[in-house]
């Protein structure tokens, strides 16, 4: 699955990161399927993920959790 980080929405409070939004596109090879959204992520969760690849990374892994959940 392609997926792509569309924007990185970051919400402080009192110059302090609080929350924030990786908002993100995706599609099979052939475009078959395609999903779009964001994934909320706390201060702590971003730090030390700030690159592209490591919140592509989070986003894939989170997909794969949301769509098949334990049963």
Do not use: W
């Not at 929405?9 to 099979?28: G, M």
């Amino acid at each position: 699955m392609n997926v792509q980080i569309t924007n990185i929405n970051i919400n402080y409070t009192d110059s302090k990161i609080n929350t924030v939004q990786v908002y993100f596109s995706a599609s099979t090879e052939n475009h078959e399927i395609n999903i779009s959204g964001y994934v909320p992520l706390t201060s702590q969760e971003y730090e030390g993920n700030e690159s592209i690849e490591k919140l592509t990374e989070i986003v894939r892994q989170t997909i794969i959790e949301k769509l098949s959940p334990a049963v």
